[in-house]
């Protein structure tokens, strides 16, 4: 069995200042991991994944994750936020090593981007 | 090149009744998965078809069903519908076992 807990469900931050968001999560394989963005009326976008390869990844966007297998954390981070990154955010789980098993979500995060 | 496309966008049914949605992957992939989102919540995964055949599966009730045609396009059918099953649905597409998946706009489904 595999599950994610997405420990926030909304955060708010200014503009220009750093971005966490924070992921646990719970795999009985070597897992591999998953951030998606969904901006409002619109599809679910990847933003990075790890497939145990360097535990830190870089993104699109400006993002990037580490995976720490000590915390069993994923968790996502940006140094300056935008204004167009307003939108929620997935950690996601697969045993798969692309991701095209089907996935595991966690509940999202919602970030806010203050002017 | 087209992406993963989903019809209809929007429909509303009455409870009780059946509901087919529809899915077109993106050029070059050949599998084919969906998604229930409800509102507020991550998506939950229903299941996975792959050569026509359902490859996975989630835990969803068998009212859920679905098929695959040749062209790799899919449908999600739902049968006796609830009230709980009004949702967003997500179709997602990939390229065999080892590749990411991408997503559909959705179908927002209302039963009343």
């Known amino acids: 069995a595999q599950s994610v807990t997405q420990l926030d469900s909304h955060v708010s931050v200014s503009e220009g200042t750093p971005v966490l968001l924070r992921c646990n999560y719970s795999?009985?394989?070597?897992?591999?991991l998953f951030w998606y963005v969904q901006h409002p009326n619109k599809g679910l976008q990847l933003l990075l994944k790890y497939t145990s390869a360097a535990t830190l990844v870089k993104g699109i966007n400006g993002f990037e994750a580490e995976f720490k297998k000590s915390e069993t954390s994923f968790h996502l981070t940006k140094p300056s936020a935008h204004m167009s990154d307003a939108a929620e955010y997935f950690c996601v789980v697969s045993h798969s090593g692309g991701g095209a098993d089907g996935l595991t979500f966690g509940k999202g995060t919602h970030l806010i981007i203050q002017p | 090149d087209a992406g993963v496309t989903q019809s209809p966008t929007h429909l509303i049914k009455t409870r009780g009744q059946q509901v087919t949605l529809r899915c077109s992957p993106k050029?070059?992939?050949?599998?084919v998965s969906w998604y229930q989102q409800a509102l507020g919540q991550g998506p939950q995964f229903i299941f996975q078809y792959y050569e026509e055949e359902e490859r996975q599966r989630g835990n969803f009730p068998d009212r859920f069903s679905g098929h695959q045609y040749p062209n790799y396009s899919s449908e999600l059918n739902v049968n006796a519908l609830l009230l709980g099953d009004s949702a967003l649905y997500l179709c997602a597409s990939s390229r065999d076992r080892l590749y990411e998946q991408y997503f559909g706009p959705g179908t927002r489904l209302t039963v009343t």
């Open positions: 050029s070059g992939h050949d599998t």
């Open positions: 795999s009985s394989y070597s897992p591999s």
